[in-house]
């Protein structure tokens, strides 16, 4: 709960704080599932702030964009590592064909 209040403040602060916040939940995605879903949900809040409250950020588009990457990366190597991740297989007109002719089923044009 820290990273998150952490990166709030520094957010708000703005300036150069700011643009480090982006970097701050960018890595707090990287702990888990459960992070990740946190990191994205506050760079939505740090996207729609009052710009009273808080000055718009100049490098806010590309830390947007890394937050995202960072929790894509997060949730995918979390799936590869424990198993629970799909296979993708080599699909072609071939394999399609002999599935369909293997089961008994009829193809017409």
């Given at each position: 709960?820290?990273?998150?209040?952490?990166?709030?403040?520094?957010?708000?602060?703005?300036?150069?704080?700011a643009n480090i916040s982006y970097l701050l939940i960018a890595g707090?995605?990287?702990?888990?599932r459960k992070q990740a879903i946190q990191a994205l949900a506050l760079s939505w809040l740090f996207s729609m702030l009052n710009?009273?409250?808080?000055?718009?950020v100049s490098a806010?588009?590309?830390?947007?964009y890394l937050v995202i990457f960072a929790a894509a990366i997060s949730v995918s190597w979390r799936?590869?590592?424990s198993g629970a991740?799909?296979?993708?297989?080599r699909?072609?007109?071939?394999?399609?064909?002999?599935?369909?002719?293997?089961?008994?089923?009829?193809?017409?044009?």
């Open positions: 709960m820290l990273v998150p209040l952490l990166a709030t403040v520094m957010r708000i602060a703005g300036g150069p704080a707090f995605a990287l702990l888990g710009p009273a409250l808080a000055p718009d806010a588009s590309i830390g947007r799936d590869v590592v991740g799909f296979a993708i297989k699909l072609s007109l071939t394999n399609a064909v002999s599935r369909c002719v293997d089961a008994g089923s009829l193809i017409t044009v």
